[in-house]
């Protein structure tokens, strides 16, 4: 697969010589931290370390696939990709990834169980903040589009609000099909036993409470995949489905459209058939 990789804000304009060769030579050994002598600053340092770890991401898990997952480990360990500062470099670069491209959810998924394996808990907490922190923020992502929907009505010239809305058509199917692809991503963690039933119950919540499309949508797809095994495991979704039967029994629906209507409906459907699939 090929995933456009996220610069993390680095212009290639702006990349210094002396810095890159240093960042090579210091951190691709897995050198922690800088040397008394070297004049370089932290903050530039710190810049162009996340450049070039990203690079060096890129180069090796672009290709990546569940089942050679295991093999890209050792590289990782030379990368010294586990100390605090890098794992929270790499972990953005796998959530930015995933947010990109849905075929990455899979084996990004179970490269981080194979890590959490060897790492344990202390991975585990840092992936899980890492996805809540990216959650809460593509929520704020939401409040942005209410706030250009009411600059819109700020307007009498026509040109002006037409130019308006053709930019707010292209964030929200931006937004939208990285929230979604971005939540499929936890589906796949939850399977991976890497998020527990309270935090994946929580996102669901979350998702509901938004009373959108959106929301909706991401919560059906959320629990089209996991919610057999929440019910299996013994964590109660009475409230859940109670809130997703009170969707289709609303004769206005508001803010949701047909198709995400209908979605909740399959999944209301596909609850009682006992999470069996109709495959005809």
Request: aromatic share 10%; proline share 0%; charged share 20%.
């Amino acid at each position: 697969m090929d995933v456009q990789l996220s610069r993390m804000c680095v212009s290639a304009s702006e990349v210094n010589a002396n810095v890159e060769s240093w960042i090579l030579k210091h951190f691709s050994c897995g050198s922690s931290w800088k040397d008394d002598k070297c004049s370089i600053s932290k903050s530039n340092v710190e810049y162009h370390k996340r450049y070039y770890l990203n690079e060096r991401l890129y180069c090796i898990l672009h290709h990546i696939e569940v089942a050679n997952v295991s093999m890209y480990l050792n590289q990782l360990r030379e990368m010294e990709i586990y100390t605090r500062e890098n794992i929270d470099i790499f972990l953005d670069f796998i959530l930015d990834a995933v947010s990109r491209d849905t075929n990455c959810a899979v084996p990004y998924a179970r490269l981080c169980h194979e890590i959490a394996i060897e790492q344990g808990s202390q991975f585990k907490q840092a992936l899980c903040k890492k996805c809540l922190q990216l959650f809460e923020k593509k929520s704020l992502g939401y409040t942005e589009r209410r706030l250009k929907m009411r600059e819109i009505k700020t307007y009498n010239e026509a040109s002006k609000i037409a130019s308006l809305k053709l930019e707010l058509e292209q964030y929200n199917n931006q937004l939208r099909s990285e929230y979604t692809k971005f939540i499929h991503f936890i589906g796949e963690l939850f399977l991976n036993q890497l998020l527990s039933n309270n935090v994946i119950v929580n996102y669901i919540h979350g998702l509901l409470s938004r009373r959108d499309d959106e929301g909706l949508e991401c919560a059906c797809l959320l629990l089209s995949r996991v919610g057999g095994l929440l019910e299996t495991s013994g964590c109660g979704l009475h409230q859940i489905f109670y809130i997703l039967q009170s969707f289709v029994n609303c004769s206005n629906q508001g803010n949701v459209s047909y198709r995400v209507w209908n979605m909740a409906n399959e999944l209301l459907a596909l609850r009682s058939s006992h999470w069996l699939k109709n495959t005809n």
